[in-house]
Nanobody, 125 residues
Framework: QVQLVESGGGLVQAGGSLRLSCAAS????????MAWFRQAQGKEREFVGG????????YLADSVKGRFTILRDNVKNTVYLQMNSLKPEDTAVYYC??????????????????WGQGTQVTVSS
């Protein structure tokens, strides 16, 4: 059974930092591109960024470029979202997702094979 479990969300002041983790099990982690999405209340799910199977390819949405980065550890089967200089508009539920056939720039949610349950990030002004 495949599981993606996010952790690390919480409440932070604007300008602060958070690091989200997504621990994967039940799949060959290095065989999947990994991505982070977010969904703010009342809005559609938005692609934040993706990282290739090896970690050598990284793609970030313009809205987070220069502030967020994604790392992965294929030994620990974990992908991370490091978020710096957080803004109130970053408030959302953040999800990790695994994609076996696309790449780090695959932005369409329906193309992802597996999803985590999400973790809430709230940025106060």
């Amino acid at each position: 059974q495949v599981q993606l479990v996010e952790s690390g969300g919480g409440l932070v002041q604007a300008g602060g930092s958070l690091r989200l983790s997504c621990a994967a099990s039940g799949l060959t982690f290095s065989g999947f591109h990994m991505a982070w999405f977010r969904q703010a209340q009342g809005k559609e799910r938005e692609f934040v960024g993706g990282i290739s199977r090896s970690g050598g390819g990284l793609y970030l949405a313009d809205s987070v470029k220069g502030r967020f980065t994604i790392l992965r550890d294929n030994v620990k089967n974990t992908v991370y979202l490091q978020m710096n200089s957080l803004k109130p508009e970053d408030t959302a539920v953040y999800y990790c997702a695994a994609n076996s056939v696309g790449d780090s720039q695959t932005m369409t949610p329906k193309l992802y094979d597996y999803w985590g349950q999400g973790t809430q990030v709230t940025v106060s002004s």
